[in-house]
C-alpha cells in the first residue's frame, strides 16, 4: 500500500538523514557491531543485565551529565 498520499507532501519529500545510510551499510557487513541506536545485534550478556537492575534498585535512575560518572 501506498502510504504517501496520507503524508504532507514536506515529509515526501524529506531526503533519509546520513545515519540511515550508515545503518544500511552496516547491515551488510557480518562482523560489524552496530550500536547507532544503542541496539546492538546481539543479546545483552547476563552480567550486564544484573549490574543494570543492581544500578537501578540502587537509585541511579537518571541520565548523567554528558562526561558520564566519574568514578567510573
Do not use: Q, W
Not at 29 to 51: A, Y
Amino acid at each position: 500500500m501506498d502510504y504517501t498520499k496520507y503524508l504532507n507532501n514536506k515529509i515526501v519529500g524529506l531526503k533519509p538523514s546520513g545515519i540511515r545510510k550508515y545503518f544500511d551499510i552496516a547491515a551488510t557487513m557480518p562482523d560489524c557491531i552496530s550500536l547507532g541506536v544503542g541496539e546492538p545485534n546481539f543479546v545483552t550478556p547476563k552480567e550486564g543485565i544484573d549490574g543494570g537492575v543492581t544500578s537501578l534498585l540502587s537509585g541511579h535512575t537518571h541520565y548523567t551529565s554528558n562526561g558520564g560518572i566519574m568514578e567510573l
